[in-house]
């Protein structure tokens, strides 16, 4: 289906056919829509480099998008669960 450059650790399909793939090692989600191959990747959490702050993840694995499109992820690095409200780069812990 998809081709992410990377492992995926974790994997979900939400309600509107988007793809989600938490890079362990690239510190990130990406997303990728399965309606159309013209959109491309999107980055939605993360910024590729592990940290601390609230935009950055160390180490995601588990994730989770709920019906109001929120995304849940367990960045283990940092021992904490991310909520990036939806369009928001920076999390909640």
Known sequence: VAAFGSNCYGLFIDNENF???SMYHQHKVMKLSLKSSSSGFKLVAGTGI???AANQLSSPYGIYVDRHFNL???D???QRIQLFAR???HAVT
């Open 76 to 78: 283990t690095g940092n």
């Open 72 to 74: 849940y992820v367990a």
């Open 50 to 52: 592990a940290g601390i």
């Open 19 to 21: 793809l989600y793939c």
């Open 87 to 89: 369009g928001q780069t």
